[in-house]
């Protein structure tokens, strides 16, 4: 059985991005049993503890809100973010994991906690953040409201710090060869390549946006005839403010989309 170590002793550094909770927690991904971590933080963000509340089985883990918030309120923690691994390696949200953030979310605030994150780490440091993605607060206290926002978590994207699965083995697939074509055509602006629940840009383009815009950069490959491609991956309902950031910054951008009827793609500037 694979076995973890990770120390539970508080930093007591100020928790800036989501890398700060990642890069701390990152060997739970390696093990064969789900745990639970909570990170307890002050109105500033401070590390004030950092614990496993929760060791459960290959694919569950209970955890119960009672003892969360107990915790919490008698560290006196004011912020804090939940943790837990997938030992598949796969560190997409599952039902149940979208079910329970939105409980604790509407625990905390009745509390007056504030739920500032809720992680899920994979393998080689794949990782999955409700709140980079958008779905931290919740939206909506209605079924249909919550409904949405778990469509949305389970369409979410999954931060890969390695390679990303499921690619073509071919350096010059399609969707590399599409790019290529039209950026071919704007070589002065930052393309955006519709990807469905993402826009993708690519190289230097992924570079400049990753920057700017404070998005993980990704790779994907490797491939086998040629190195991994710098990507980053603009979530759709951050594409305006996204593309507002980077033309304050001055640079151009156009946006590949595809046509409702077909595969071919449109382009607007």
């Excluded at 918030?69 to 006196?76: A, D, E, M």
């Excluded at 780490?121 to 919550?146: M, N, Q, R």
């Excluded at 602006?189 to 920057?211: M, V």
Aim: hydrophobic share 35%; aromatic share 8%; charged share 30%.
């Amino acid at each position: 059985m694979k076995t973890f170590t990770v120390n539970e002793a508080a930093s007591g550094r100020v928790i800036e991005n989501v890398n700060d909770i990642v890069d701390s927690l990152r060997e739970i991904g390696n093990a064969d049993q789900e745990s639970y971590w909570v990170v307890g933080c002050d109105k500033k963000r401070k590390e004030i503890f950092r614990e496993c509340l929760f060791l459960g089985t290959a694919d569950s883990v209970p955890a119960d809100p009672r003892i969360i918030f107990r915790r919490l309120i008698c560290s006196g923690a004011w912020s804090w973010a939940a943790v837990h691994n997938h030992p598949t390696g796969d560190p997409a949200p599952s039902r149940s994991d979208i079910e329970g953030a939105q409980n604790l979310a509407a625990g905390s605030k009745l509390l007056g906690l504030h739920l500032f994150d809720y992680l899920i780490i994979g393998e080689a440091g794949s990782f999955f953040s409700f709140t980079h993605e958008g779905l931290l607060p919740f939206k909506g206290s209605d079924d249909k409201g919550a409904k949405r926002q778990g469509a949305r978590a389970r369409s979410g994207h999954v931060h890969r710090n390695k390679e990303t699965r499921n690619e073509d083995p071919d350096i010059h697939s399609a969707l590399r060869r599409d790019w290529q074509r039209l950026k071919d055509g704007y070589p002065d602006a930052i393309l955006f390549f519709d990807r469905g629940d993402f826009y993708e840009t690519f190289f230097g383009d992924a570079e400049i946006a990753s920057r700017i815009l404070d998005i993980p950069l990704l790779k994907r490959g490797p491939y086998k005839n040629g190195p991994p491609l710098p990507c980053c991956a603009i979530p759709v309902h951050l594409r305006d403010d996204c593309i507002k950031s980077l033309l304050n910054h001055g640079h151009k951008v156009t946006i590949c989309e595809e046509k409702p009827e077909g595969n071919e793609r449109r382009r607007r500037s």
